[in-house]
């Protein structure tokens, strides 16, 4: 593990501009008018920036995909946080690598696997479930008890910002995160195939490498034509909808997760508009975070019409 500084989260009201939001950016304020994530859940607001959101949002999906509980998402959270910052980098203390700063001569696998962030995480994540009573003990020692660092009580200013972020991209606090971002520019693609954009199917592909297969729809091989409110993403093929049946509460955490994690990954895969339960985020009004969603004025059934039983993404 790389033996790093420990410095604190930095509550940054002045330069951010908002009361008590933690930058959580070991000192480095985001600063306004730029992209960046934030978390808030009640009083409690963190601030990402887009590289940190990513990764924090693979984090929890390696472990929503996994069936672990939320907490083993903020450990995870704090020890990168604490190690990396939250970055994939390819250096360390001696030979530390990655989110976690794994170390290939301790056995966490070779210099690629562990710059692979899925693998990395994966291999977090089969360790901390090694970990007698890890899912009650403080996250600092469960934290600890993985890392084996030599300041095991570094984790611990990191528990609060980890709880926070972890609850919004594990589901457990729905429209909890929102990203602000510059609208994509239209990409010009063309349906493939499959039916779908070249963007499209990259959000389709990256989704199932971070939660696993889900059932999807929306599109067909030549074209949708029919099913969608007038002027849809759907009939040019820019739209993919998940499906997460029957509408329950397991179900709607599981699709608070992927909602918030195409947030977090919106400019990276180009996304536009998400929606679910209710809720819709668009690329174009950013700043407005998750606002509420106006069903179409049809008949239908009421789960698909509200978006209560699938997430809706649509990309540029």
Known sequence: MRRSVVVGTVVAAAVAGVGGVLVWRNGDA???GTAYCEAQIGD??????LEQAHNAALIAAVAVRRELPARATSIALAAAYQESKIANIDYGDRDSLGLFQQRPSQGWGTRQ????PYYATGAFYDALVRVDGYESMPIHDAAQEVQRSADGGAYEQHESA??????ALTGYSPAALSCRVDEPKDSGQGPLGNGLTENAGAVLDDVERAFGALPAGGFAAGGVRSGHAPGSAHYEGRAVDFFFRPVNDVNSRRGWALAQYLV????????RTVIFDDRIWTAARSGDGWREYAE?????????LRHLDHVHVDVA
């Open 162 to 167: 980890a709880r926070t972020v972890a609850s």
């Open 44 to 49: 409690a607001a963190v601030r990402l920036d």
């Open 113 to 116: 696997q562990i710059l692979d």
């Open 296 to 304: 179409p004025d049809s008949a239908g059934d009421p789960a698909i």
């Open 264 to 271: 977090a990954n919106a400019d990276r895969l180009a996304v």
């Open 30 to 32: 985001i600063l306004p």
